[in-house]
């Protein structure tokens, strides 16, 4: 059976709505009938990945936007997390674990490593200035399709 | 997300219900502090049993806390781990700094 869904979704950048985005994600692959740990490794990646751009991509200043799609194409789920903010100078930096450019906030630097972990595959986007666009990939193992 | 502590002989015990995200991880970070210098002689007990959702926010405000009590020669235990958590606190290594057990009881007199 072939099947495929598309959501394009846009929020500001206030850390109300990491819930939010979790929810959203996790009530459009229900259709695929997940399971348990399959449901939270996506809600985790995407908090990290939402979390990044309000706290990093605009410095928590609440005033930027924030925009997430996500696709189903048959057991594949894609979501693509973006924001207009600052930017990532060195990307391969920026995604060694334990690689935080605000300690003091207590970030312990884990994000992206929790987001190649629990997903199948991660990729980053960056212009520094521009913005950045992080794009996860996993595959739902449904027993409906 | 709701944070109760309860006191018990030797122990501060930290409950939190519910998500622990950015969002709430600094609420738990200052009312956490609070307890712990005002009873720096206590052990410290997080208890995760009631937590539905963790991401690395948690793994940051868990480590801080570990170090802060470190700083004046404290001690720190985890109880209650759970499938929402139990993951991502193997993955963040806490797990070999921080000692965990299943019960608050088991926590507070070991
Ligand atoms: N959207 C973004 N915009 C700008 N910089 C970013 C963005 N996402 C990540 N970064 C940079 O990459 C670094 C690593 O991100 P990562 O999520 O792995 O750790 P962290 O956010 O610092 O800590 P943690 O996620 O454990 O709380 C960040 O410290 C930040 O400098
Ligand atoms: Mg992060």
Known sequence: MNYSNTIKTSFISIPENESLARVICASFISQLDPTIEELTDVKTAVSEAVTNSIVHGYSSKGNGMIFMDCTIENECFTVE?????????????AMEPMYTSCPEAERSGMGFTVMETFMDS???NSVVGVGT????????????L | MKLTFSSEKNATVMKICGEIDHRYAIQIRNEADKKIVTYPDKKFVIDLSEVSFMDSSGIGVIIGRYKLIKSFGGEIAISGVNSAVGKILEMSGIKKIIPLFDTVEDAVNN
Do not use: A, F, Q, R
């Open chain 1, 81 to 93: 997390i973006k924001d207009n903010g600052k930017g990532i100078e060195d990307i391969e930096k």
């Open chain 1, 122 to 124: 991660v990729k980053v």
């Open chain 1, 133 to 144: 666009k992080v794009t996860m990939k996993k595959v739902i193992k449904s027993k409906l």
